[in-house]
């Protein structure tokens, strides 16, 4: 999927009542881009495909909506509602749906992007990641319970893919590890707690 800058301005004034100018930024599954108004105010718009689902941008939503009820508030975005009242806007594009939000702008630095990292900063970022998911704790939404490539409880199924690794000592290694989360782990699955964590705290 792919949209012009026109594009994304003109549905920022039709659905948001903004004027502002654009910048693609990257990203991942979504599309992101940088908006700006004639104040200087800035904001991410993120555009999401039908394979997303409007549940599990519904559930984004509250996860973000819950932790700004924290003491952890500061540190996350906050969603703006669209002229209809609505944090999700729904867009049909060439046959196909694609699902709109825009949020405030944290102004920081990603941690890739971080040249020095003393103690202090990995102590930080602990810290924090250790004190959201402890207010996600008691945070649950349907959509997330779901299979997922990247939930470490289902490690084992990386077996699978060994045989693509060409060389012979890394494919018994990471045979090796596998083998024993199957032993030492998966028996014990059913007793570990269990809670929504961030995936990727970049």
């Keep these: 999927m792919s949209f012009t800058k026109d594009d994304i301005r003109q549905w920022a004034m039709t659905h948001y009542g903004l004027s502002v100018s654009v910048k693609t930024l990257n990203g991942y599954d979504e ?3 940088l908006l700006t108004d004639k104040t200087g105010k800035k ?6 495909r039908e394979k997303h689902g409007v549940h599990f941008l519904d559930a984004l939503v509250k996860i973000s909506n819950h932790l700004k009820s924290t003491d952890l508030a ?3 975005q906050k969603y703006y509602k669209n002229t209809a009242g609505e944090v999700i806007t729904r867009l049909r594009i060439r046959g196909e749906n694609y699902y709109l939000r825009i949020l405030s702008f944290l102004e920081g630095t990603f941690w890739a992007e971080t040249t020095e990292k003393p103690d202090r900063l990995f102590l930080s970022l602990g ?9 996600l704790a008691d945070f649950s939404h349907p959509a997330l319970h779901r299979h997922y490539l ?3 409880s289902t490690a ?6 060994l045989k693509f690794i060409k060389n012979h000592e890394k494919r018994r290694i990471a045979g090796y ?3 024993q989360f199957e032993s030492e782990v998966v028996p014990v699955l059913p007793l570990l707690r269990k809670a929504y964590v961030h995936n990727d705290a970049n």
């Design 31 to 33: 599309l992101n881009y």
């Design 43 to 48: 904001y991410i718009l993120k555009i999401a």
């Design 74 to 76: 500061p540190f996350f």
């Design 127 to 135: 810290n924090f990641l250790g004190n959201m998911d402890k207010a």
């Design 150 to 152: 990247w939930d470490i």
């Design 156 to 161: 084992a199924e990386a077996g699978l893919k």
């Design 177 to 179: 590890f596998l083998m």
